[in-house]
């Protein structure tokens, strides 16, 4: 069973993924830190106080394997399981032979992210109970430094949507899908366009939100084929796409889709444009600390 005492600090650069990885573990109870790079994490791990550390190794500033012999050196933290993330399979003896309790291959399964922390949680490593000095633990920090805090409560609403969601980055989609089901929309996740076909036929969205360069087809292309059919031609859609030349938005324009750039606003141009089409209050509401 998950501990849902445990403090995690998540390490990651990786905006979208540190995202995702916060939302997952605060569904399970955890309460959530964040820091950006090894040398943040450093500078923040002895006022947080973590039961886990979750750290990536490729960061800017200081990497994920020189932050970890860090905490490894220093008496006060060098207790702290540390579970590093890594897309190389040549990482692991590395990450290990540093100190690390633990290694898990990006991209990862849930399941087998959860079941590690456990894991951890498990050993000999205290759990502590008082939080009274710890810090806010839902914030989330942007590239602009900006600390944010998301207060679930507010997101509610008018009605809810049936939101097709088509995007091979599995971090990204689980970021949108959690936001996005959060605000109690149902959501329907397809990583690839050979399986887009067989879900439109058996779920009629509201909304479709799909990347454009994906490994198995062009989207712009595949809807301008889609389209075809008046049923798929009346459904809202808009391309969440880091191409932002103007050719791309010319076809987005004659398709009658929406652009959405996926630059450091992308969930709020997002639940923006969820708003307008269920015409809700702003499903993105924060409240700055």
């Known amino acids: 069973m998950f501990n849902s005492k445990g ?3 998540v390490v990651e650069d990786d905006e979208a993924i540190r995202l995702g990885l916060q939302i997952r573990l605060q569904s399970h109870g955890m309460l959530v830190f964040t820091a950006t790079n090894g040398r943040e994490a450093l500078s923040m791990v002895s006022s947080v106080l973590p039961d886990v550390i979750l750290m990536d190794i490729r960061m800017p500033l200081m990497d994920g394997l020189t932050a970890l012999r860090e905490l490894k050196l220093n008496h006060e933290t060098q207790s702290i399981p540390v579970i ?15 100190g690390a309790a633990r290694f898990i291959r990006k991209p990862f399964v849930n399941a087998e992210l959860l079941e590690t ?4 949680l498990q050993q000999d490593y205290p759990v502590t109970d008082d939080c009274s000095n710890i810090p806010c633990i839902t914030e989330l920090r942007t590239d602009s430094a900006e600390t944010l805090v998301v207060s679930h409560s507010e997101l509610n609403p008018v009605k809810s949507m049936k939101i097709l969601l088509i995007e091979d980055d599995i971090a990204f989609a689980d970021v949108v899908d959690v936001k996005l089901k959060a605000c109690g929309h149902e959501v329907v996740v397809a990583h690839n366009w050979l399986s887009v076909m067989r879900k439109l036929k058996s779920f009629q969205p509201d909304l479709v939100l799909a ?15 889609l389209n075809s059919d008046e049923s798929v031609r009346a459904i809202p859609k808009a391309f969440v796409t880091g191409r932002t030349d103007d050719e791309t938005r010319r076809r987005c324009e004659m398709m009658g ?7 450091n606003r992308v969930m709020e141009d ?16 924060v ?3």
């Open 84 to 98: 590093m993330l890594s897309a190389s399979p040549g990482d692991q003896n590395l990450a290990l032979d540093s």
């Open 211 to 225: 990347d454009i360069e994906t490994p198995t087809g062009n989207g712009l292309t595949a809807f301008e084929f």
């Open 117 to 120: 922390i456990d894991l951890c």
């Open 270 to 285: 997002i639940t923006d444009l969820v708003n307008a089409h269920c015409g809700g209050s702003n499903l993105n509401q």
């Open 287 to 289: 409240a700055p600390v």
């Open 7 to 9: 403090r995690v600090l």
């Open 257 to 263: 889709a929406k652009h959405i750039s996926k630059s």
